[in-house]
């Protein structure tokens, strides 16, 4: 972290001086980690129309805070990530032995997994107060360890999308044609929903849950706006998310708003604008 802090003392702001505001500058290093992280998943879950996939998850991870909590854990999150994979998991299976449409099996795990969690939160008389805090979200807390993981998620990430990316992409548009060439249409779905998982689940603290659904839709839905082939797709959603997440933090340090509403409205804006060239580019 020392090398990030020599490198952030080079910026031309007051938050960025030597020996002050680390708080601001983890933060900073969290949304240079997370922006990419979140362009890049976002690309398949618009490609796969789970847009709501990662809201349910959300809501599981809620869920697993409370059992965390309930359980006497030093460190709820852990209990957060285990719950939501097993959930992405189990969302997996229900879809592919069900004749239900995605959207269907989603919203009957999200309104399960909330129940459970609020259930769980308020049991004994318990105040909901103290969970307040996720709702909203607060990345001015983020601590340096939990980045040096979402940074070995996003290179592992990275790895399984240069691998199993064609896989991935076939299983998504033609599940029957992917089966008919070997491909593990359920472990390919089944690792790209844990992934999201994981991320959506040590993100929600920071980014907060009522907006961490924007994160895995926006970028992806702007840039294929846009974008005239692939690689344009995935390099639009991945840029669009890192300057939207740093103009993002920058106006909730100097206007004191949310940074995940913050973020959000500036995903908005460049879905609008890519809305609007969106007859020049395609």
Not at 125 to 150: M, Q, W, Y
Request: hydrophobic letters at 55%; aromatic letters at 12%.
């Amino acid at each position: 972290m020392d090398l990030w802090y020599h490198l952030v003392d080079l910026l031309p702001f007051e938050w960025a001086q030597s020996g002050s505001m680390y708080f601001m500058k983890n933060a900073l290093l969290a949304v240079l980690v997370i922006s990419p992280l979140f362009g890049l998943l976002s690309t398949m879950v618009v490609h796969s129309r789970m847009s709501f996939f990662s809201d349910a998850l959300g809501h599981s991870a809620f869920t697993g805070m409370a059992i965390g909590a309930l359980c006497g854990f030093h460190e709820p999150t852990w209990a957060a990530v285990i719950f939501a994979v097993v959930f992405a998991v189990l969302f997996n299976v229900v879809r592919r032995y069900t004749a239900l449409a995605s959207d269907t099996v989603i919203g009957v795990f999200a309104s399960t997994a909330m129940a459970a969690g609020i259930f769980l939160s308020t049991l004994g008389g318990r105040s909901f107060t103290k969970f307040n805090s996720l709702l909203i979200g607060d990345i001015l807390s983020v601590e340096p360890a939990k980045i040096g993981i979402l940074a070995l998620i996003l290179l592992a990430v990275i790895v399984l999308w240069l691998v199993s990316f064609n896989h991935l992409m076939l299983s998504t548009v033609h599940p029957a044609l992917a089966g008919s060439r070997g491909i593990r249409v359920f472990w390919q779905e089944t690792v790209f929903s844990a992934a999201i998982a994981v991320v959506v689940t040590l993100s929600m603290t920071w980014v907060g849950l009522l907006v961490i659904n924007s994160l895995l839709v926006l970028p992806g839905a702007a840039a294929r706006n846009t974008a005239r082939n692939t690689a344009q797709y995935h390099l639009l959603s991945m840029l669009g998310a890192v300057v939207c997440g740093i103009a993002g933090l920058m106006t909730s340090y100097y206007l004191g708003s949310s940074a995940g509403a913050s973020i959000t409205l500036y995903l908005a804006a460049f879905f609008l604008v890519t809305f609007i060239l969106r007859k020049k580019y395609n």
